[in-house]
T-cell receptor, first 120, second 113 residues
Framework: NAGVMQNPRHLVRRRGQEARLRCSPMKGHSHVYWYRQLPEEGLKFMVYLQKENIIDESGMPKERFSAEFPKEGPSILRIQQVVRGDSAAYFC??????????????????FGNGTRLTVT | EDKVVQSPLSLVVHEGDTVTLNCSYEVTNFRSLLWYKQEKKAPTFLFMLTSSGIEKKSGRLSSILDKKELFSILNITATQTGDSAVYLCAIYVGGTSYGKLTFGQGTILTVHP
């Protein structure tokens, strides 16, 4: 009965390299959310995806960041040409229902343990 | 812009004490308020509050929402060292077809033996 699985747990990249963060949602969940937690700050919404569709990317930086959730396989958050300011913990969450139905069914988001990205 | 503010930012108590954590919000299209506990890894869900004045309880933890005054409190009685964590308050916002969370900055609770 695995929860939301993220890998790697820790990722170190040098400035200019690419970072790929993976998220496998809970079994049966088809809605995935990515959040970023900067040091000393709360979690900030980045993007919401359903299978093969980006539903809301209003929290994603306009450049260098992209996300996908293919028909098969995990969701991927990709950061190109990383900079030191990208150092943060990146959390993925999944839900069975869409947002409004979550409220009705009392089914909250389930978070993974996060990937801690360090850019040197 | 939607805003969620938690207070205090940090709190240090001794085992057995009772603590009250606060969360105030200014958001459009409010749907519900959630509390999470984060211990160096995944935030774990505590409560979801949608209606004013109805207390939710789970063991030593309880929470209530005031939609008129736009705040919520999380109470922990008879604290234990295992309660040490960051407590996050979040609001469900968004359009009619999906929801997403707006988080406060968290309250760091440290419980000493």
């Amino acid at each position: 009965n695995a929860g939301v699985m993220q890998n790697p747990r820790h990722l170190v990249r040098r400035r200019g390299q690419e970072a790929r963060l993976r998220c496998s949602p809970m079994k049966g969940h088809s809605h995935v959310y990515w959040y970023r937690q900067l040091p000393e700050e709360g979690l900030k919404f980045m993007v919401y995806l359903q299978k093969e569709n980006i539903i809301d990317e209003s929290g994603m930086p306009k450049e260098r960041f992209s996300a996908e959730f293919p028909k098969e396989g995990p969701s991927i958050l990709r950061i190109q040409q990383v900079v030191r300011g990208d150092s943060a913990a990146y959390f993925c969450a999944s839900s069975h229902d869409s947002g409004t139905r979550v409220l009705v069914t009392n089914s909250p988001l389930h978070f993974g343990n996060g990937t801690r990205l360090t850019v040197t | 812009e939607d805003k969620v503010v938690q207070s205090p930012l940090s709190l240090v108590v001794h085992e057995g004490d009772t603590v009250t954590l606060n969360c105030s919000y200014e958001v459009t299209n409010f749907r519900s308020l959630l509390w999470y506990k984060q211990e160096k890894k995944a935030p774990t869900f505590l409560f979801m509050l949608t209606s004013s004045g109805i207390e939710k309880k789970s063991g030593r933890l309880s929470s209530i929402l005031d939609k008129k005054e736009l705040f919520s409190i999380l109470n922990i009685t008879a604290t234990q060292t295992g309660d040490s964590a960051v407590y996050l308050c979040a609001i469900y916002v968004g359009g009619t077809s999906y929801g997403k969370l707006t988080f406060g900055q968290g309250t760091i609770l440290t419980v000493h033996p």
